[in-house]
């Protein structure tokens, strides 16, 4: 699929997770389907 120049919007969630003051564990996540609709990879 070509690139549209359209800009996309989607949301995205961070949590970090501390042990003892340090950063022990992240995970992320994208709302992958809004992005997928908005860029019209499904069809």
Do not use: C, I, N
């Not at 120049?5 to 969630?13: I, L, R, Y």
């Not at 501390?18 to 990879?41: C, I, K, N, V």
């Amino acid at each position: 699929m070509p690139p549209s120049g359209k800009p996309v919007e989607f949301a995205v969630m961070d949590l970090t997770r501390y042990r003892d003051g340090l950063m022990f564990e992240r995970w992320s996540l994208a709302d992958a389907l809004t992005l997928l609709q908005q860029t019209g990879a499904l069809g």
